[in-house]
């Protein structure tokens, strides 16, 4: 039943960040999903498989896959770079687009090695910028404040019709 409800939210988008995996065989989920393809996904190493605050994966729709390519891999911050082609947006130069977890402070993760990751997503961030304009920054980053909903849309924008026909 969890699984049917998540290949049922998947299905209704183009691009999808899946945080906290916990598994290396995306393939288990991807054979429910034909009109989907594995764009990238983080290593989990042997002996935290399963394990939670583990794994980031990005898939696309097969409407936009051919538009996306994984250009990097940051294993520390869990982080996959995805270059968007510019006329998935139509927009004049590529989306560069960084999906990661950030594991939160516990016992064995403390306030400095949490603000480490924030620095090298930072940096990250900082080149990315000397490439294109277009950035999106998007995951879990564990960072509980505020008081406002976490979702932006409660209903997730398309992209447009003309732009998924090129």
């Known amino acids: 039943m969890k699984h049917e409800e998540l290949v049922l939210q998947i299905s209704k988008h183009h691009i999808i960040i899946l945080t ?4 290396n065989e995306t393939q288990r989920l991807l054979q429910y999903l034909p009109e989907h393809t594995l764009i990238g996904q983080t ?3 042997t002996g935290y498989q399963g394990l ?4 980031v994966a990005v898939l696309a729709s097969n409407q936009v896959a051919e538009f ?4 990097k891999t940051i294993q520390n911050i869990q982080g996959l770079w995805i270059r968007c082609d510019k006329r998935l947006f139509d927009l004049e130069e590529d989306v560069l ?6 594991n939160p402070q516990s016992s064995t993760r403390p306030a ?19 490439v294109t304009p277009h950035v999106i ?10 008081c406002l909903n976490e979702l932006l849309f409660p209903t997730p924008p398309r992209l447009p019709q003309d732009a998924l026909s090129r």
């Open 43 to 45: 290593h989990i190493p």
């Open 137 to 146: 920054i998007c995951g879990d980053f564990n960072a509980h404040i505020g």
């Open 112 to 130: 400095q090695g949490i603000d480490n990751l924030f620095y090298t997503l930072g940096e990250e961030i900082l080149l990315a910028k000397t």
């Open 52 to 55: 939670k605050g583990y794994g």
């Open 97 to 102: 687009m960084c999906a990661t977890y950030l």
């Open 68 to 71: 996306c390519s994984l250009q």
């Open 20 to 23: 906290e995996t916990r598994t």
